[in-house]
């Protein structure tokens, strides 16, 4: 059975972090027809117009990583009510060369977790606003604020919350007929 692809982007790039751990626990919600990568944004290079003619192996396995998904997962959490730069110059390298736009009718997914109150809420919605500049299909309907407090992850790193864990499934369920259609 042949499997469909999504690349997971993670905007953290700790690595204990808790959108990582975020994205490994949907990805276990998914069918078994769904396999998830994360994908490496803490090599890229800062983006620079100037080395698009000659981009570092770190850029074109990301891009190749990127063509090779039929969807895109993004699980970042929120720095200074907004995206990570280290996510910023990962789209800003999927993006470019100008007519190579990596994003261009991608299904994808955005989801992110804090402690804080509103979660991602703000970085969320700037991430959908330059998602939609480069032509992703961002699925808009639910969205995932998740607070992320002591305990929300059981011992094997799934969610222990059986709410919590209802409502991600749902929304994992949502993701993946976004893809699929």
Not at 7 to 30: C, F, H, P, Q, Y
């Amino acid at each position: 059975m042949s499997q469909i692809p999504i690349a997971v982007i993670v905007g953290s790039l700790r690595r204990d972090s808790i959108n990582r751990k975020l994205a490994t626990a949907l990805a276990a919600l998914a069918p078994a027809d769904f396999s998830f990568k994360q994908l490496s944004i803490g090599d890229l290079p800062l983006y620079s117009q100037d080395n698009e003619g000659t981009p570092g192996s770190a850029v074109q396995q990301f891009k190749s990583d990127l063509a090779a998904a039929q969807g895109i997962l993004f699980v970042t959490p929120e720095f200074n009510r907004s995206i990570p730069g280290a996510l910023k110059n990962a789209i800003d390298h999927g993006s470019r060369p100008y007519g190579k736009n990596s994003w261009a009718g991608k299904p994808t997914g955005i989801i992110g977790a804090s402690p804080g109150a509103i979660a991602t809420a703000v970085a969320q919605q700037h991430l959908r606003t330059i998602l939609a500049h480069l032509d992703a299909l961002t699925m808009g309907q639910p969205e995932g604020f998740v607070q992320i407090r002591d305990g929300f992850f059981d011992e094997a790193g799934g969610i222990a919350n059986p709410d919590t864990r209802k409502f991600l499934q749902s929304w994992v369920d949502r993701y993946v007929a976004w893809v699929k259609k």
